[in-house]
C-alpha cells in the first residue's frame, strides 16, 4: 500500500473540512505524515485546533474539560473521519486514535492500516 501526495493533500482538505463541520471553526493549517513501514500510519496534526470555549475552559484550569469534549466529539464524529480518510485512499483503517493537547490546541487523528484487520472489531480475527 502507498499513499501518495495527492492523497495526503486530499486527507488534509477534508480534515479542514470535517473539523469546519463539526466544531465551527477549521484548525489553522494541517501536517499530513505517512510511516513507510507496516503497519502503515496516516498521521495528521491539526494546529489551533481549539474553539473559543475550549480556550476559555483551558485558560481557567479546565483542562480536563476540554479533553473531554474533545474525547466525546472524536467518537461521535470517528464514523465520519474514517469514511472520509477510507474513501481517499481506497483501504479499510484497522486503527484510529485521535486525541488534543488542552493548551497548545494541537490535535492528532493517527489512523493505521494492516493485513490484521480491524484492531477495534471484538469478533476480528487478530491472531
Do not use: C, W
Amino acid at each position: 500500500m502507498r499513499i501518495t501526495r495527492a492523497q495526503r493533500n486530499a486527507v488534509a482538505e477534508k480534515i479542514t473540512s470535517l473539523e469546519r463541520s463539526f466544531y465551527g471553526r477549521g484548525p489553522r493549517n494541517v501536517k499530513v505524515s505517512v510511516s513507510d513501514d507496516d503497519p502503515i500510519s496516516l498521521v495528521v496534526l491539526s494546529l489551533d485546533s481549539l474553539t473559543v470555549a475550549d480556550a476559555v475552559l483551558s485558560e481557567r484550569g479546565h483542562k480536563d474539560a476540554v479533553i473531554s469534549h474533545h474525547e466525546a466529539l472524536h467518537e461521535a464524529t470517528k464514523a465520519d473521519f474514517l469514511e472520509a480518510i477510507e474513501e481517499i485512499v481506497g483501504s479499510p483503517v484497522s486503527a484510529y486514535l485521535a486525541q488534543v493537547h488542552p493548551s497548545t490546541g494541537y490535535a492528532v487523528r493517527v489512523f493505521v492500516f494492516s493485513d490484521l484487520g480491524d484492531f477495534d472489531d471484538p469478533d476480528a480475527d487478530g491472531s
